[in-house]
T-cell receptor, first 116, second 114 residues
Framework: AQKVTQAQTEISVVEKEDVTLDCVYE???????LFWYKQPPSGELVFLIR??????QNEISGRYSWNFQKSTSSFNFTITASQVVDSAVYFC?????????????FGGGTRLMVKP | DSGVTQTPKHLITATGQRVTLRCSPR?????VYWYQQSLDQGLQFLIQ???????AKGNILERFSAQQFPDLHSELNLSSLELGDSALYFC?????????????FGNGTRLTVT
């Protein structure tokens, strides 16, 4: 069965600090996709990134970067020079390709609080 | 704005009642997914429809049902409501084609059962 674990339930940092959100996953699939979503206080779920299991290149988008390591089944997310607007709950998710369609298994989320 | 529209934003109802949540997917998307977010269960997949047909089923209770109409909008029906059904219900959509597309979520419907 698919499983996603985000061990950090809450992280609090001061603005401009770097912060890394951990994500560990379990799957028996050889092909799979990983995602990160952001849920700001307003409640919507915002797509941040998708990664497939064949692409282990790290990705950087502005202050955001992602580190995918298949050997440790991890897909960690780093925010550099955090800002108050980064305060949100962040979810890591794993696709289930055994089901037709695009069912995602979500981790429990990490609540990030960035203080000014 | 994800392009996925959910109505209503908030719903307050009593135990035993029935409600209908509505979702309009992004233009061009054929798949609609329903997810439930509750404090104790987190984000859970309920059901998926593709072009009017049920495609995948997750942890959806028998008291819940859904459908997707010819214009591709979808409705999630929740009946015999219990206090534990209070949650944020998200609809998401994705485009047709092979591969795994990101899901684009609506803003959710917050259901409160009293």
């Amino acid at each position: 069965a698919q499983k996603v674990t985000q061990a950090q339930t809450e992280i609090s940092v001061v603005e401009k600090e770097d912060v890394t959100l951990d994500c560990v996953y379990e799957t028996r699939d050889t092909t799979y996709y990983l995602f990160w979503y952001k849920q700001p206080p307003s409640g919507e779920l915002v797509f941040l990134i998708r990664r497939n299991s064949f692409d282990e290149q790290n990705e950087i988008s502005g202050r955001y970067s992602w580190n995918f390591q298949k050997s440790t089944s991890s897909f960690n997310f780093t925010i550099t020079a955090s800002q108050v607007v980064d305060s949100a709950v962040y979810f890591c998710a794993l696709s289930d390709l055994n089901n037709a369609g695009n069912m995602l298994t979500f981790g429990g989320g990490t609540r990030l609080m960035v203080k000014p | 704005d994800s392009g996925v529209t959910q109505t209503p934003k908030h719903l307050i109802t009593a135990t035993g009642q029935r409600v209908t949540l509505r979702c309009s997917p992004r233009s061009g998307d054929l798949s609609v997914y329903w997810y439930q977010q509750s404090l104790d269960q987190g984000l859970q997949f309920l059901i998926q429809y593709y072009n009017g047909e049920e495609r995948a089923k997750g942890n959806i209770l028998e008291r819940f049902s859904a459908q997707q109409f010819p214009d591709l909008h979808s409705e999630l029906n929740l009946s015999s409501l219990e206090l534990g059904d209070s949650a944020l219900y998200f609809c998401a959509s994705s485009p047709p084609g092979t591969g795994v597309s990101p899901l684009h979520f609506g803003n959710g419907t917050r259901l409160t059962v009293t």
